[in-house]
Protein backbone atom coordinates (compact mmCIF):
# COMPACT_ATOMS: atom_id res chain seq x y z
CA UNK A 1 0.00 0.00 0.00
CA UNK A 2 1.00 3.71 -0.98
CA UNK A 3 3.77 2.33 -3.17
CA UNK A 4 3.62 3.70 -7.36
CA UNK A 5 1.21 1.96 -9.71
CA UNK A 6 2.65 0.50 -12.21
CA UNK A 7 1.87 1.27 -15.96
CA UNK A 8 -0.29 -2.19 -16.01
CA UNK A 9 -1.78 -0.94 -12.81
CA UNK A 10 -2.84 1.76 -14.08
CA UNK A 11 -4.48 0.27 -17.33
CA UNK A 12 -5.79 -2.48 -15.44
CA UNK A 13 -7.59 0.35 -13.10
CA UNK A 14 -8.77 2.49 -15.99
CA UNK A 15 -10.41 -0.59 -18.00
CA UNK A 16 -12.18 -2.79 -15.35
CA UNK A 17 -12.34 -0.32 -12.43
CA UNK A 18 -12.75 2.54 -13.48
CA UNK A 19 -16.76 4.02 -14.45
CA UNK A 20 -18.75 6.86 -15.51
CA UNK A 21 -20.80 6.38 -12.14
CA UNK A 22 -17.47 7.68 -10.08
CA UNK A 23 -17.60 10.97 -11.25
CA UNK A 24 -19.64 13.46 -9.57
CA UNK A 25 -22.65 15.23 -10.36
CA UNK A 26 -20.80 18.66 -9.78
CA UNK A 27 -17.89 17.68 -11.85
CA UNK A 28 -20.35 16.63 -14.92
CA UNK A 29 -22.24 19.47 -14.58
CA UNK A 30 -20.66 21.89 -17.30
CA UNK A 31 -17.81 19.74 -17.68
CA UNK A 32 -17.12 21.02 -21.59
CA UNK A 33 -16.59 24.48 -19.22
CA UNK A 34 -13.59 22.97 -17.26
CA UNK A 35 -9.66 22.85 -18.20
CA UNK A 36 -8.54 18.62 -17.99
CA UNK A 37 -4.99 18.50 -17.25
CA UNK A 38 -2.62 15.18 -17.42
CA UNK A 39 0.44 13.83 -16.48
CA UNK A 40 1.07 11.30 -18.81
CA UNK A 41 4.55 9.91 -17.68
CA UNK A 42 4.42 10.67 -14.06
CA UNK A 43 6.54 13.80 -14.36
CA UNK A 44 3.98 17.02 -13.89
CA UNK A 45 0.66 17.99 -15.69
CA UNK A 46 2.01 19.05 -18.47
CA UNK A 47 -0.58 17.70 -21.10
CA UNK A 48 -3.66 20.62 -20.79
CA UNK A 49 -5.51 22.31 -22.33
CA UNK A 50 -7.68 19.47 -22.69
CA UNK A 51 -11.49 19.77 -23.08
CA UNK A 52 -14.35 16.64 -23.06
CA UNK A 53 -17.64 17.09 -24.21
CA UNK A 54 -18.57 14.38 -22.34
CA UNK A 55 -18.22 11.84 -20.08
CA UNK A 56 -18.42 9.40 -23.02
CA UNK A 57 -15.15 10.81 -24.29
CA UNK A 58 -13.55 11.16 -20.87
CA UNK A 59 -13.95 7.58 -20.47
CA UNK A 60 -12.81 6.39 -23.94
CA UNK A 61 -9.59 8.75 -23.42
CA UNK A 62 -8.96 7.21 -19.74
CA UNK A 63 -9.24 3.79 -21.51
CA UNK A 64 -6.91 4.55 -24.08
CA UNK A 65 -4.25 6.76 -21.87
CA UNK A 66 -4.29 5.41 -18.95
CA UNK A 67 -2.70 8.44 -17.67
CA UNK A 68 -0.38 8.61 -14.61
CA UNK A 69 -2.87 11.55 -13.08
CA UNK A 70 -5.88 13.25 -14.21
CA UNK A 71 -6.52 16.98 -13.29
CA UNK A 72 -9.58 19.37 -13.75
CA UNK A 73 -9.53 22.89 -13.22
CA UNK A 74 -11.67 24.71 -10.87
CA UNK A 75 -12.56 27.55 -13.28
CA UNK A 76 -15.41 27.24 -15.76
CA UNK A 77 -14.43 29.08 -18.77
CA UNK A 78 -16.61 29.95 -22.46
CA UNK A 79 -13.64 28.85 -23.95
CA UNK A 80 -11.46 26.24 -22.00
CA UNK A 81 -9.22 25.09 -24.38
CA UNK A 82 -7.71 28.63 -24.75
CA UNK A 83 -8.16 28.90 -20.56
CA UNK A 84 -9.95 32.25 -22.29
CA UNK A 85 -13.09 33.80 -21.03
CA UNK A 86 -13.38 32.85 -17.19
CA UNK A 87 -16.69 32.52 -15.49
CA UNK A 88 -15.59 31.74 -12.17
CA UNK A 89 -13.88 29.45 -9.96
CA UNK A 90 -15.03 26.48 -7.02
CA UNK A 91 -13.18 27.92 -4.12
CA UNK A 92 -10.80 25.34 -2.42
CA UNK A 93 -9.58 24.23 0.74
CA UNK A 94 -6.44 21.44 0.02
CA UNK A 95 -5.38 20.00 3.08
CA UNK A 96 -2.73 17.03 2.53
CA UNK A 97 -1.74 14.47 5.27
CA UNK A 98 1.97 14.64 4.92
CA UNK A 99 2.37 18.95 5.39
CA UNK A 100 -0.06 19.07 8.48
CA UNK A 101 2.43 21.23 10.94
CA UNK A 102 1.39 18.89 13.96
CA UNK A 103 1.18 15.18 13.84
CA UNK A 104 1.39 12.83 16.11
CA UNK A 105 1.91 10.08 13.63
CA UNK A 106 5.88 11.15 12.83
CA UNK A 107 5.64 9.33 9.74
CA UNK A 108 7.71 10.24 6.64
CA UNK A 109 4.99 10.30 4.30
CA UNK A 110 0.75 9.48 4.75
CA UNK A 111 -0.47 6.85 7.36
CA UNK A 112 -3.41 6.05 9.02
CA UNK A 113 -2.95 8.33 11.77
CA UNK A 114 -2.31 11.34 9.48
CA UNK A 115 -4.84 11.03 7.20
CA UNK A 116 -7.15 10.42 10.11
CA UNK A 117 -6.01 14.15 11.54
CA UNK A 118 -6.40 15.14 7.80
CA UNK A 119 -10.05 14.13 7.78
CA UNK A 120 -11.02 15.68 11.79
CA UNK A 121 -9.35 19.09 10.34
CA UNK A 122 -11.66 19.07 6.96
CA UNK A 123 -14.58 18.23 8.81
CA UNK A 124 -14.45 21.17 11.45
CA UNK A 125 -13.35 23.53 8.49
CA UNK A 126 -16.62 22.23 6.66
CA UNK A 127 -18.53 22.75 10.48
CA UNK A 128 -17.13 26.30 9.99
CA UNK A 129 -17.73 27.36 6.56
CA UNK A 130 -21.31 25.65 7.13
CA UNK A 131 -22.03 27.05 10.79
CA UNK A 132 -20.62 30.60 10.09
CA UNK A 133 -20.66 31.19 6.79
CA UNK A 134 -24.06 29.79 5.71
CA UNK A 135 -22.21 27.65 2.42
CA UNK A 136 -24.08 24.85 1.59
CA UNK A 137 -22.82 24.07 -2.15
CA UNK A 138 -20.01 21.69 -0.39
CA UNK A 139 -18.12 18.15 -1.54
CA UNK A 140 -15.19 16.52 -0.37
CA UNK A 141 -12.96 15.07 -1.88
CA UNK A 142 -10.34 12.21 -0.88
CA UNK A 143 -7.40 13.46 -2.94
CA UNK A 144 -5.17 10.33 -2.42
CA UNK A 145 -2.75 11.88 0.60
CA UNK A 146 -5.32 14.53 2.04
CA UNK A 147 -8.68 16.21 1.02
CA UNK A 148 -9.94 18.72 -1.56
CA UNK A 149 -12.95 21.15 0.31
CA UNK A 150 -14.43 22.18 -2.86
CA UNK A 151 -17.39 24.85 -2.50
CA UNK A 152 -19.59 25.71 -5.29
CA UNK A 153 -21.90 28.41 -3.67
CA UNK A 154 -22.18 31.01 -6.05
CA UNK A 155 -21.02 34.15 -3.71
CA UNK A 156 -17.68 32.05 -3.48
CA UNK A 157 -17.41 30.76 -7.18
CA UNK A 158 -17.52 34.94 -8.59
CA UNK A 159 -15.61 36.02 -6.15
CA UNK A 160 -11.81 36.91 -6.34
CA UNK A 161 -8.88 36.15 -4.49
CA UNK A 162 -9.38 38.77 -2.17
CA UNK A 163 -12.40 37.23 -0.60
CA UNK A 164 -11.27 34.04 -0.44
CA UNK A 165 -7.40 34.56 1.36
CA UNK A 166 -9.92 36.23 3.74
CA UNK A 167 -12.08 33.54 4.65
CA UNK A 168 -9.26 31.49 4.07
CA UNK A 169 -7.74 33.16 7.10
CA UNK A 170 -11.08 33.30 9.52
CA UNK A 171 -12.22 29.57 8.57
CA UNK A 172 -8.18 28.46 8.95
CA UNK A 173 -8.14 30.47 12.45
CA UNK A 174 -4.63 32.23 11.18
CA UNK A 175 -4.66 35.05 13.41
CA UNK A 176 -4.82 35.57 17.00
CA UNK A 177 -8.49 36.99 18.03
CA UNK A 178 -7.54 40.45 19.45
CA UNK A 179 -9.00 40.28 22.81
CA UNK A 180 -11.58 38.37 24.75
CA UNK A 181 -9.61 34.76 24.35
CA UNK A 182 -11.64 33.09 26.79
CA UNK A 183 -14.91 34.66 25.96
CA UNK A 184 -16.30 33.06 22.53
CA UNK A 185 -19.52 35.23 22.66
CA UNK A 186 -17.46 38.71 23.02
CA UNK A 187 -14.87 39.01 19.96
CA UNK A 188 -17.22 38.92 16.55
CA UNK A 189 -15.72 39.16 13.33
CA UNK A 190 -18.31 39.86 10.40
CA UNK A 191 -17.77 39.45 6.71
CA UNK A 192 -19.67 40.81 4.14
CA UNK A 193 -20.20 39.04 1.28
CA UNK A 194 -22.11 40.39 -1.87
CA UNK A 195 -25.41 38.76 -1.08
CA UNK A 196 -25.06 37.67 2.57
CA UNK A 197 -23.54 39.02 5.66
CA UNK A 198 -23.71 36.72 9.15
CA UNK A 199 -21.82 38.02 11.80
CA UNK A 200 -19.78 35.22 13.48
CA UNK A 201 -17.42 34.05 16.53
CA UNK A 202 -14.19 34.01 15.34
CA UNK A 203 -12.97 33.65 19.36
CA UNK A 204 -14.60 30.12 19.33
CA UNK A 205 -12.72 29.04 16.11
CA UNK A 206 -9.41 29.82 17.68
CA UNK A 207 -9.64 28.91 20.82
CA UNK A 208 -10.96 25.07 19.60
CA UNK A 209 -8.19 25.19 16.50
CA UNK A 210 -5.71 26.05 19.60
CA UNK A 211 -6.97 23.56 22.25
CA UNK A 212 -6.66 21.05 19.30
CA UNK A 213 -2.99 21.60 18.48
CA UNK A 214 -1.54 21.61 21.98
CA UNK A 215 -3.43 18.46 22.85
CA UNK A 216 -1.83 17.03 19.90
CA UNK A 217 2.07 18.52 20.08
CA UNK A 218 4.65 15.48 20.29
CA UNK A 219 7.41 18.14 21.63
CA UNK A 220 9.68 17.99 18.99
CA UNK A 221 7.99 19.94 16.59
CA UNK A 222 10.08 22.92 15.67
CA UNK A 223 7.78 25.70 15.18
CA UNK A 224 9.49 29.72 15.87
CA UNK A 225 8.91 31.51 19.27
CA UNK A 226 8.29 28.46 21.02
CA UNK A 227 11.46 27.46 22.87
CA UNK A 228 12.36 23.82 24.24
CA UNK A 229 11.81 25.05 28.15
CA UNK A 230 7.79 26.87 26.49
CA UNK A 231 7.64 23.35 24.82
CA UNK A 232 8.16 21.30 28.07
CA UNK A 233 5.44 23.68 30.01
CA UNK A 234 2.60 23.78 27.41
CA UNK A 235 2.96 19.71 27.61
CA UNK A 236 3.13 20.10 31.29
CA UNK A 237 0.62 21.92 31.99
CA UNK A 238 -2.13 21.17 29.05
CA UNK A 239 -4.11 18.58 30.86
CA UNK A 240 -6.39 21.84 32.10
CA UNK A 241 -7.67 22.39 28.98
CA UNK A 242 -9.05 18.55 29.10
CA UNK A 243 -11.74 20.43 31.55
CA UNK A 244 -11.17 23.75 29.17
CA UNK A 245 -9.80 25.51 32.48
CA UNK A 246 -8.42 27.99 30.26
CA UNK A 247 -7.58 30.72 33.69
CA UNK A 248 -5.23 27.46 34.91
CA UNK A 249 -3.63 26.55 31.72
CA UNK A 250 -2.55 30.48 31.10
CA UNK A 251 -1.30 31.14 34.76
CA UNK A 252 1.00 27.85 34.31
CA UNK A 253 2.34 29.57 30.93
CA UNK A 254 2.33 33.29 31.92
CA UNK A 255 0.76 35.82 29.69
CA UNK A 256 3.77 36.73 28.08
CA UNK A 257 4.67 32.91 26.96
CA UNK A 258 1.17 32.37 26.46
CA UNK A 259 1.28 34.97 23.39
CA UNK A 260 3.92 33.43 22.22
CA UNK A 261 2.18 30.63 22.31
CA UNK A 262 -1.02 31.76 20.41
CA UNK A 263 0.98 33.82 17.53
CA UNK A 264 3.01 30.63 16.85
CA UNK A 265 -0.51 28.20 16.55
CA UNK A 266 -1.87 31.10 14.07
CA UNK A 267 1.27 30.46 11.99
CA UNK A 268 0.37 26.55 12.20
CA UNK A 269 -3.53 27.36 11.46
CA UNK A 270 -2.29 28.69 8.22
CA UNK A 271 -0.15 26.17 7.03
CA UNK A 272 -2.21 23.36 7.84
CA UNK A 273 -4.20 24.62 4.32
CA UNK A 274 -2.41 25.09 1.24
CA UNK A 275 -3.29 28.75 0.46
CA UNK A 276 -1.83 28.97 -3.05
CA UNK A 277 -4.77 26.55 -3.69
CA UNK A 278 -7.35 28.60 -1.77
CA UNK A 279 -6.45 31.94 -3.66
CA UNK A 280 -5.75 30.52 -7.36
CA UNK A 281 -9.09 30.94 -9.50
CA UNK A 282 -7.31 28.97 -12.59
CA UNK A 283 -6.06 25.71 -10.57
CA UNK A 284 -6.27 22.25 -11.75
CA UNK A 285 -6.80 19.76 -8.83
CA UNK A 286 -7.15 15.81 -9.32
CA UNK A 287 -10.52 14.46 -10.88
CA UNK A 288 -12.54 12.50 -8.56
CA UNK A 289 -12.47 9.08 -9.87
CA UNK A 290 -9.07 9.31 -10.97
CA UNK A 291 -5.53 7.38 -9.85
CA UNK A 292 -3.29 8.46 -7.76
CA UNK A 293 -0.81 6.47 -9.01
CA UNK A 294 2.47 7.75 -6.73
CA UNK A 295 0.59 6.11 -3.82
CA UNK A 296 -1.68 3.64 -5.47
CA UNK A 297 -5.02 5.04 -4.59
CA UNK A 298 -8.22 6.56 -5.51
CA UNK A 299 -9.10 10.38 -5.63
CA UNK A 300 -13.12 9.75 -4.75
CA UNK A 301 -15.51 12.35 -3.67
CA UNK A 302 -16.44 11.55 -0.27
CA UNK A 303 -20.10 10.65 0.28
CA UNK A 304 -19.92 10.25 4.73
CA UNK A 305 -17.12 12.44 6.01
CA UNK A 306 -17.85 11.54 9.47
CA UNK A 307 -17.52 7.39 8.21
CA UNK A 308 -15.35 7.32 5.41
CA UNK A 309 -11.87 5.23 5.77
CA UNK A 310 -9.93 5.49 2.59
CA UNK A 311 -8.15 2.30 3.63
CA UNK A 312 -11.39 0.73 3.10
CA UNK A 313 -12.70 2.38 0.48
CA UNK A 314 -9.89 4.08 -1.89
CA UNK A 315 -8.20 1.40 -2.18
CA UNK A 316 -8.27 0.39 -5.67
CA UNK A 317 -8.46 -3.53 -6.80
CA UNK A 318 -5.19 -3.92 -7.90
CA UNK A 319 -3.68 -3.26 -4.66
CA UNK A 320 -5.48 -5.72 -3.20
CA UNK A 321 -4.63 -8.45 -5.99
CA UNK A 322 -0.33 -7.37 -4.90
CA UNK A 323 -1.02 -9.49 -1.91
CA UNK A 324 1.31 -7.31 -0.07
ZN1 LIG B 1 1.36 9.74 9.23
Redesign the pocket.
Known sequence: MFSKATLKERRQYYREEWSTKDLPDFILKDLKKREFGFDHNGKGPNDRYKVFRGRESLKKFLRYKAPFAAYISVAFYNNPRRREDWQKAEYIFDVD??DIPI?T???D???????GQALEIVNSLIDTLQDDLGLNNIHLVYSGRGYHIRILDEEMMTSGSELRSEVLKYVAGAEVPKSNFFNPDISNKSFNFEHFSIPVGYSKIFTDKLKYNIQHLVGNEELDEINPKLMKDIIKYRHHLDNDNWGYFKRDIGPRRYKNLTEAMARVNLSTIDAKVSIDLKRILRLPSSLHSKVSMKCMEVKNRETFDPLQEAVPKFVEERGE
Do not use: M
Request: proline share 0%; net charge positive.
Open positions: AKRCQCGVCEVCL
